[in-house]
């Protein structure tokens, strides 16, 4: 009974060293997840033509003395899946790929799935291994200026959901102030410049089916410039006739030139009908009036 009693104690003892050995390799693995960047910002101009994605560099270092393993995942930590500006109810969709695989670690529902083909981070003690990142969102999102975030969570977790480490990173997108404009309608193009038939000169307002379209991150102010300060000249003969532009709504002094403002915090897409007014040709002579209008855009 004796010798007995002495054999439980020793293999209860077994157990208890084994225990505390699986603790101290599991403590002596001390994996520190660096970014290069502590914000992940992309700089957009929506009409420049480039892509919105960007690439992100971050170290995996074991500052230990036992192996680390495990998978990445991302964690919003309870916030909604989306980034997001200030006084803006609404969100952008974004994705996060992880290129070691070209998997799909995006947090859609708070956290990254968990795939069967991720590739897993295995570190021996003092070993490092670099992740790249590759930030997007939707390029077909019309996005007002201003900077639109969330933060996230950079996680490596165990099979079991155990965590290994994490790092919080910042997701942003900072849309530029920016405009454009354009005409469409019925004009002409003629080596780049735009030519407007007004037809047969008589006095009046016409419509002339063309109209100055806008898009912008936000507000913006449009100039017109007339090369012959509101008068449609003939040649470069003395004669002229005097006419008035109006762009959609807003009626332009063209005697030293006009603009109108537009005052806006999120996107927009105007079209401005053009129209036109003549004055008095009674007297004048016959022969092609013209006039040159400079049209100038700039985001506020």
């Not at 225990?19 to 599991?26: I, L």
């Not at 192996?67 to 609404?90: F, H, I, N, W």
Request: proline content about 4%; some cysteine.
């Amino acid at each position: 009974m004796y010798s007995r009693n002495i054999l439980i104690a020793g293999f209860g003892a077994l157990l208890a060293a084994t225990a505390a050995g699986a603790g101290t390799a599991r403590a002596d693995c001390n994996l520190s997840i660096q970014p290069a960047q502590d914000q992940w910002l992309i700089q957009h101009d929506p009409f420049a033509g480039d892509a919105l994605q960007r690439q992100f560099d971050v170290a995996l270092v074991n500052l230990g003395d036992s192996p680390c393993t495990g998978s990445v995942r991302m964690d919003l930590r309870g916030e909604q899946y989306g980034l997001s500006k200030a006084g803006d109810p609404e969100r952008v969709a974004y994705a996060l790929i992880d290129e070691r695989g070209g998997n799909d670690i995006t947090p859609r529902t708070g956290q990254s799935a968990r795939r069967l083909n991720a590739q897993p981070v295995n570190l021996g003690a003092g070993e490092r291994s670099l992740v790249r990142f590759t930030f997007a969102a939707d390029p077909e999102a019309m996005l007002g200026e201003g900077v639109y975030s969330q933060n996230v969570f950079i996680a490596v977790e165990t099979a079991d959901g155990a965590p290994v480490a994490e790092r919080p990173v910042s997701l942003a997108i900072n849309v530029i102030p920016a405009a454009v404009m354009g005409l469409k309608g019925e004009f002409q193009r003629i080596n780049g410049v735009a030519r407007i038939d007004l037809g047969e000169l008589t006095e009046g307002s016409r419509p002339l089916g063309t109209s100055l379209f806008v898009l912008s991150t936000g507000g913006y102010r449009v100039s017109v410039q007339s090369s012959n300060s509101g008068r449609l000249r003939m040649g470069v003969s003395d004669w002229y006739v005097d006419y008035g532009l109006a762009v959609g709504s807003n009626s332009m002094s063209l005697g030293q030139g006009d603009d109108f403002v537009v005052t806006s915090n999120r996107p927009r897409a105007d079209d401005y009908p053009l129209t036109v007014t003549v004055g008095d040709v009674r007297g004048r002579r016959a022969g092609e009036y013209s006039d040159v209008l400079t049209f100038t855009i700039a985001a506020l």
